[in-house]
């Protein structure tokens, strides 16, 4: 299986930037694909940013797109958020091969 642990969250500014870091461990070569996902209160969870290994391919949702960017590999996956707006406010997590998942990290934009 494979264990994915996310880091970098907090609080900043808008404006701001911060970059998330997710750590995958156990059988990270069967992974092909991670992304990005969050969630805030009251909204159901959305998929921001995809990254695929073998074609190397990313995709953004539109709300992340010029700001958002990701990177990595099978056993380090980053998201650079920059110029950072209230409404990215959610827990933010960590996803590989559609079937695997941390357990988030927050990050929280304040005015």
């Known amino acids: 299986q494979v264990q994915l642990a996310e880091s970098g969250g907090g609080l900043v500014q808008a404006g701001g930037s911060l970059r998330l870091s997710c750590a995958a461990s156990?059988?990270?070569?069967?992974?092909?694909?991670m992304a990005w996902f969050r969630q805030a209160p009251g909204k159901e969870r959305e998929e921001i940013s995809r990254i695929w290994f073998g074609s190397p391919n990313t995709r953004y949702a539109d709300s992340v797109k010029g700001r958002f960017t990701i990177s990595g590999d099978r056993t380090t996956l980053y998201l650079q958020m920059n110029s950072l707006q209230r409404e990215d406010t959610a827990v933010y997590f960590c996803?590989?091969?559609?079937?695997?998942w941390g357990q988030g990290t927050q990050v929280t934009v304040s005015s």
């Open positions: 996803e590989a091969n559609t079937e695997f």
């Open positions: 156990g059988r990270t070569f069967l992974i092909y694909t």
